[in-house]
């Protein structure tokens, strides 16, 4: 649900400005996602999967458009990766996900919020969403995450599935952020890593709190 509400905020605002309406009459108080692909489930998964099961886990399994998007199927075609003018332009995209996590007409609005808060399912426990997509991380980021309060240190407990309560500072997002996205020097594979890579910096940079969870205890 993350990535639709993603949307629905910024058609939201979208409307809002077009209809004169002012954004005084709506107060953006609390974004919040549970367990949500926000960077899209492409190399996300529970076990590292080749790029054609994959692919056909996006087609058939998921099916329909909803597959595609959420897998980044398209995320190689770059045949139209044009800045999208406004937020209904982004369903014509190849790769809405990377639309998403990195034009402006989805981030400004998400960055209206007076508070983000995104819940991540730590040690790799939920099969569809991983920890890395649910919390926007990358292994080449340089975000700062400061910990605001850690309640254990890794050991089971039933009664409190709380891990790690962690914040990123806010900053601009259309600054030092992987560029080699389109260079078309560089593979395929280098390419969407750094898409992946831009969305977590974009993301990052709009200012958010991380809570991690451990739900171990009580799965089968």
Not at 12 to 19: A, F, G, I, S, V
Not at 27 to 37: I, T
Not at 99 to 120: C, D, H, Q
Request: charged share 25%; net charge neutral; glycine share 8%.
């Amino acid at each position: 649900g993350g990535l639709y509400c993603r949307y629905a905020v910024a058609e939201l605002h979208r409307r809002l400005n077009d209809e004169d309406l002012g954004l005084r009459d709506l107060y953006f108080n609390l974004f919040a996602s549970l367990s949500s692909p926000h960077l899209g489930s492409n190399r996300h998964s529970y076990l590292s999967l080749p790029e054609t099961v994959e692919s056909a886990i996006g087609k058939y399994a998921i099916g329909g458009q909803t597959g595609i998007d959420l897998f980044r199927l398209n995320a190689n075609d770059d045949s139209n990766q044009d800045r999208m003018p406004w937020v209904a332009g982004a369903l014509e995209s190849k790769d809405i996900v990377y639309a998403m996590g990195t034009e402006s007409n989805f981030l400004i609005p998400l960055g209206k919020f007076r508070e983000r808060v995104a819940y991540a399912g730590a040690y790799m426990t939920d099969l569809m969403v991983s920890t890395e997509t649910a919390a926007f991380l990358h292994e080449k980021s340089y975000t700062e995450h400061v910990v605001r309060r850690k309640e254990r240190n890794g050991a089971l407990d039933s009664k409190n599935f709380f891990i790690a309560d962690v914040k990123t500072a806010m900053r601009p997002f259309g600054t030092n952020v992987p560029r080699n996205t389109e260079d078309r020097e560089v593979g395929s594979n280098e390419r969407v890593c750094s898409k992946i890579h831009r969305m977590s910096y974009s993301l990052d940079s709009l200012g958010w709190r991380k809570v991690f969870v451990d739900t171990r205890s009580v799965l089968p």
